[in-house]
């Protein structure tokens, strides 16, 4: 499963809302996860199962979709928020991460 | 607390093979696998393969079958990632992850991350 996200990247300001989308190349149910990563750190993870925040993530943060189409909101773009965006299926082996959406100032 | 602690960083030259660890604590090892993800400098992440720690069932990403070997031992509650002949392009920071679930809820932890330089 190749797993494709668009915009490559995009320019917001704070307060924004911002939506990212994640395809499938074939259908995965709700089996798709959302992480995070700002340069240089660990990858955090914020979504399961398509629209399940992980603790602690802000409710800013939502996501979205079934089957082949997914999306990944953020309500109010905060500071904090400026990071690169990953989306991952774990419908099946391999667990294929997409590309990355970079959030620039 | 949950914990994957990872081995330090690795210098290894063109050829050679490597083997990074990820030791966990804090939750009951064999219950959940142990995925590894690779990502180049400059590059987006990578999904690399998983371990079942409980029968040590595995599963790899095509591209890395033959040259990766993912391992876990029990006795030790650690996990680990072997390359062998390894090339430039293996130079990445290598990183462990489990999602540990209650009921319906997941909760994912990362370990800090191993970077492999591979230079002749």
């Known amino acids: 499963i190749q797993m494709t996200q668009s915009p490559a990247s995009l320019s917001a300001s704070v307060g924004d809302r911002v939506t990212i989308t994640c395809r499938a190349s074939q259908a995965i149910g709700n089996f798709l996860a959302w992480f995070q990563q700002k340069p240089g750190k660990v990858p955090k993870s914020l979504i399961y199962?398509?629209?399940t925040l992980q603790s602690g993530v802000p409710s800013r943060f939502s996501g979205g979709g079934s089957g082949t189409d997914f999306t990944l909101t953020i309500s109010s773009l905060q500071p904090d928020d400026f990071a690169t965006y990953y989306c991952q299926h774990y419908n099946n082996y391999p667990f294929t991460f997409g590309p990355g959406t970079t959030v620039a100032v | 607390e949950v914990q994957l602690l990872q081995s330090g960083a690795e210098v290894k030259k063109p050829g050679a093979s490597v083997k990074i660890s990820c030791k966990v604590s804090g939750y009951r090892f064999i219950g959940y696998n142990i995925q590894w993800v690779v990502q180049a400098p400059g590059k987006g992440l990578e999904w690399v393969g998983l371990i079942d720690p409980e029968d040590g069932e595995t599963k790899y990403a095509e591209r890395f079958l033959g040259r990766v070997t993912i391992s876990a031992d029990t006795s030790t509650d650690t996990a680990n990632l072997e390359v062998t002949n390894l090339q430039l392009v293996d130079s990445a920071v290598y990183y462990c992850?489990?999602?540990?679930?209650?009921?319906?809820?997941?909760?994912?932890?990362w370990g800090q991350g191993t970077l492999l330089t591979v230079s002749s």
């Open positions: 992850t489990t999602w540990l679930y209650s009921g319906s809820s997941r909760s994912d932890h």
């Open positions: 199962a398509a629209s």
